[in-house]
Nanobody, 127 residues
Framework: QVQLVESGGGLVQAGGSLRLSCAAS????????MGWFRQAPGKEREFVAA????????AYADSVKGRFTISRDNAKNTVFLQMSNLKSEDTALYFC????????????????????WGQGTQVTVSS
């Protein structure tokens, strides 16, 4: 089992930037895809970004394309989400998740494909 701990959330003005981190412990994650999802109050959890095990395949929700970048550092068991030009609609609790399918080539955008989840980090964008 792995523990996922998100950090880097906070309050930022619209147009600003934040960098989220997700550290995995308890088991190496270098062979597995990682994803970021978010959930705003009163809304369902939605896909944000995903990266495959090697980092050469990424996927993004249309709403964040061109503004968010997902990356990973397998040596540090950490995945990142760089968020720029933030908008009020980006306000949500952001979760990282791990897909235990060994060396999945194409990162999944579907929440049910991810087995382990962090507790989330809050991002609030003020307009």
């Amino acid at each position: 089992q792995v523990q996922l701990v998100e950090s880097g959330g906070g309050l930022v003005q619209a147009g600003g930037s934040l960098r989220l981190s997700c550290a995995a412990s308890g088991r190496t994650f270098s062979n597995f895809a990682m994803g970021w999802f978010r959930q705003a109050p009163g809304k369902e959890r939605e896909f944000v970004a995903a990266i495959n095990w090697s980092g050469d395949n990424t996927a993004y929700a249309d709403s964040v394309k061109g503004r968010f970048t997902i990356s990973r550092d397998n040596a540090k068991n950490t995945v990142f989400l760089q968020m720029s030009n933030l908008k009020s609609e980006d306000t949500a609790l952001y979760f990282c998740a791990l897909d235990w399918n060994f060396r999945r080539t194409v990162a999944s955008t579907t929440a049910r494909m991810y087995e382990d989840w962090g507790q989330g980090t809050q991002v609030t964008v003020s307009s």
